[in-house]
């Protein structure tokens, strides 16, 4: 394995270079992501350096283009490596080790970028020192952390962010017992950091079996959740996330989070817990606790939820932020759409629990053209649920359609079968194809990234012949080797 992953370092470190290498950049249809298109490097200062000495003088004088390649071996820090060099766009300064994984860093300190630091990649180092030591600080910009492994030790968050810019790609974050985030996005006064772009990592094995304190990702913080991140969280493997009880806890507004893959956190949900407008669109869910929406104009589409305790659990809000409720509150969920998603055999498809004393409920929530098959009872609405839309849903074989109106659904077999990937698709002469009712432009694309046309498919999936760009994630798809 060691050699071939040197024969293939020389590549990677291109890729590294490259925002867009590697399968990285969305599909045409879909929005870009926010770096931008790398061009070729000139030729460029490349030591080779063997201790954190010599690799810190060397960071301190690279210039834009160059690389900086730390031989492989086990190094102790005593503190932080401190970063403010700054490259450019076209021409980054490349931190990386030998061969992928073949430098552990370990001791008390790992790279600390701090104002005026720029367009840094570091590429291809395992991270074992104390946690809360990577850090992507305030004023910087186009800061990469590209297909490291990071099993930190302690508490504190594995990888921190406050800059604008950053990119977070095909990396191994997992193992975690302890307080603190895998990465931590915070922000500068009242604004969370700006366009963070995380792809193709593998978040795996959280067991903190403490109060709230460790997800996997916690995008934002309260006193910045009216602010808008434009972040895009994609392409993402979360496994085995059970201590905790948040995959992903959204703090911030404008976010976007699709074609990701949560797997096997009985007791773990992705929750919307502050902010509002974000996107959460392709995703797979499988044994988890599903998703959880609080916040206003959220739009949940082309989402296949499967096997867990609740699909959908819209949130029963406590205040209204608008109206100057405390930002610390459950903010009442305002004009949601959870639309065409596919459910099957979850506990509860779509439900808002009971609160006490005050529940203000949700208002002007859409619930249309889903697709619920087996499971429990369809809907269970235990709150305030004004000014609801309940439209073009297809029901089969569930134990109870529960709260979901008559009016609001048709019970027909949708004609579902195992796909290669195991996910329930729909066979041809399906009742679904081609029915949906309403028009929902936003709803662009299917689970598999494909377009949907104008008369769309009721479910998360088109039958379509276009490529597919998305798909259900293993551990070989994301993390440091992968393609």
């Known amino acids: 394995m060691k050699t071939t992953l040197l024969r293939v ?49 060397a960071i301190n004088v690279a210039a834009p283009g160059d690389t900086i390649t730390l031989k492989n071996g086990l190094y102790t820090t005593t503190a932080a490596i401190t970063v403010k060099s700054r490259g450019t766009a076209a021409h980054p300064i490349i931190i990386a080790a030998e061969s992928i994984g073949g430098v552990e860093l370990g001791g008390a300190g790992g790279f600390n970028f701090v104002e005026p630091a720029e367009h840094i990649v570091v ?40 800059g604008d810019d950053a990119q977070i790609d095909h990396n191994d974050f997992g193992d975690k017992k302890t307080t603190g985030n895998l990465i931590a996005v915070a922000g500068t006064g009242s604004q969370v950091a700006r366009r963070l772009w995380i792809h193709h990592n593998y978040f795996h094995d959280v067991a903190y079996p403490g109060p709230n304190g460790a997800e996997m990702i916690r995008f934002g913080l309260t006193a910045l959740s009216q602010s808008t991140g434009a972040g895009l969280v994609e392409h993402n493997l979360f496994a085995r996330c059970r201590g905790q009880n948040e995959f992903i806890s959204n703090r911030s507004s404008g976010n976007t989070y699709r074609f990701n ?8 949900q992705f929750t919307l817990r502050h902010g509002h407008d974000c996107i959460i669109a392709g995703n797979i ?4 606790e599903g998703l959880r929406i609080f916040g206003d104009r959220h739009q949940v589409f082309s989402n296949y939820f499967e096997g867990n305790y609740i699909g959908v659990a819209l949130g029963n809000g406590s205040v209204e932020v608008a109206d100057g409720g405390a930002l610390s509150g459950h903010d009442r969920p305002d004009d949601c759409v959870i639309a065409f998603n596919t459910f099957v055999d979850n506990r509860t498809h779509y439900q808002m629990s009971r609160r006490t004393p005050e529940a203000l409920g949700a208002t002007n929530p859409t619930f249309a053209n889903n697709l619920l098959l087996g499971g429990g009872v369809a809907a269970k609405i235990e709150g305030p649920y004004v000014g609801a839309v309940w439209l073009g849903n297809l029901l089969w074989e569930t134990a109870s359609p529960g709260d979901l109106p008559a009016n609001s659904y048709l019970k027909v077999d949708p004609l579902l079968a195992p796909g290669p990937d195991g996910l329930r698709r729909l066979q041809p002469g399906s009742p679904a194809i081609e029915a949906a009712p309403g028009s929902f432009p936003l709803v662009a694309f299917d689970l598999d ?12 999936d088109e039958i379509s012949t276009a490529p597919a760009t998305a798909r259900l994630l293993s551990p070989a798809n994301v993390g440091p080797t992968a393609e």
């Open 261 to 268: 893959t949560f797997l096997d956190g009985p007791n773990s």
């Open 9 to 57: 370092w020389p590549l990677l470190l291109a890729m590294a270079a490259d925002p867009t290498a590697a399968g990285a950049q969305p599909p045409a249809e879909i929005p870009p992501a926010p770096l931008p298109p790398a061009v070729e490097s000139p030729p460029s200062a490349t030591p080779l350096v063997d201790s954190i000495a010599a690799l810190k003088t």
């Open 449 to 460: 990234g494909q377009p949907r046309p104008e008369k769309k498919t009721i479910g998360a």
């Open 123 to 162: 590429t291809g180092f395992n991270f074992t020192h104390a946690a809360g030591k990577n850090t992507i600080g305030e004023g910087t910009a186009g800061v990469r952390f590209t297909r490291n492994t990071f099993h930190c030790a302690g508490d504190g968050p594995y990888l921190a962010v406050t």
């Open 285 to 288: 869910f499988l044994h988890t």
